[in-house]
């Protein structure tokens, strides 16, 4: 059974730390904001920078991502249909956790544990 989020995120000091993950937590969230980081883009181009993400599971989290405000979806009435994603205000004050996240990343993400305690 899945654990049951808090609706209210006042209730300890740990709790806005979940509340913030909540907008990112999805699978592929975080590389869609940073790849968005560079600029708007098209669905497929989207696509072809993570070949792993299904076209189902992309099209979830573009649209967890816009119902919360992180990013703009923008629709041109022409055929075939155009479709480009942004990020919003909202969505770029992300940017220096997104930045943090791969930075980090960077630096311990292929260090296996072993290494990591040998390092410390």
């Known amino acids: 059974m899945p654990r049951i989020r808090h609706e209210r995120f006042d209730c300890s000091p740990g709790c806005t730390v979940e509340g913030t993950l909540r907008y990112i937590d999805g699978k592929w969230k975080g590389v869609v904001l940073y790849h968005l980081l560079e600029g708007t883009l098209r669905f497929n181009e989207i696509r072809r920078r993570i070949p792993n993400c299904t076209q189902r599971m992309l099209t979830n989290q573009l649209r967890e991502l816009e119902a919360d405000g992180l ?3 923008k629709v041109y009435p022409q055929v075939p249909p155009k479709v480009e994603y942004s990020l919003t205000p909202r969505g770029r004050s992300l940017e220096p956790v ?3 996240l791969e930075a ?3 630096a311990n993400v292929a260090l296996s544990p072993q290494t990591s305690q040998a390092a410390a």
């Open 98 to 100: 997104i930045t943090a």
């Open 71 to 73: 990013i703009a979806r």
């Open 104 to 106: 980090w990343g960077d």
